[in-house]
């Protein structure tokens, strides 16, 4: 059984529908896959500043755990409300953790801090991401932010086969 915390910046001015979508998606996947549950932590965009996050997180640190984020980031953070949550300061934190997260750029630098702290996994974007925001292509793009997660909790695979799942699948929607 998992302990899952899952931030979502549901205020953000652009992407925060987006991102709280992304996340209920997410919900309504672990609801239906109870077994897999211990702790499901969620943190919206009031509750994302990083004495909280940094809390929480040492709360549930002495064993994996999975982070999840929905919010915005840079190579250096994770942002939310135009202030840092995740950064090299509270890294520490995330030791035991597989962090999973579709923000843009923190895959470049930050990921390597947090692994270097004791993350055990780090799924995330070197370049910037992009959502299809129009209703009619949103939904590929939660199903894309949230496929290699799913996969690998279900399926007995790594969870880079998952990614390059993921991968394949986001190619195959664009295709059609």
């Known amino acids: 059984m998992i302990n899952f915390i899952v931030s979502f910046d549901d205020l953000d001015p652009i992407l925060g529908k987006y991102f709280c979508e992304s996340h209920v998606d997410f919900y309504d996947f672990i609801s239906e896959h109870r ?16 004495d909280y996050i940094n809390k929480i997180t040492r709360k549930y640190n002495s064993k994996p755990f999975i982070y999840i984020a929905y919010s915005h980031g840079n190579p250096n953070e994770f942002r939310c409300a135009g202030m840092p949550y995740i950064w090299c300061s509270n ?7 597989f962090i999973y997260s579709t923000a843009c750029h923190t ?6 801090d947090l692994i270097d702290n004791g993350c055990k996994i780090f799924v995330g974007y070197k370049k910037e991401s992009y ?4 209703d009619e292509y949103r939904r590929i793009s939660i199903n894309s932010d949230n496929y290699a997660l799913k996969m690998f909790l279900l399926m007995n695979v790594s969870i880079e086969e998952a990614v390059n799942s993921m991968k394949r699948y986001i190619t195959q929607q664009i295709d059609k």
Do not use: C
């Not at 890294?91 to 953790?97: E, G, L, M």
């Not at 959502?131 to 129009?134: C, D, H, I, N, T």
């Open 35 to 50: 077994d897999l549950l211990n702790v499901y932590k969620e943190i919206s965009t009031s509750g994302i500043y990083i």
């Open 91 to 97: 890294a520490k934190n995330f030791v035991n953790s």
């Open 107 to 112: 895959g470049e630098k930050l990921a390597y």
């Open 131 to 134: 959502v299809f925001l129009k």
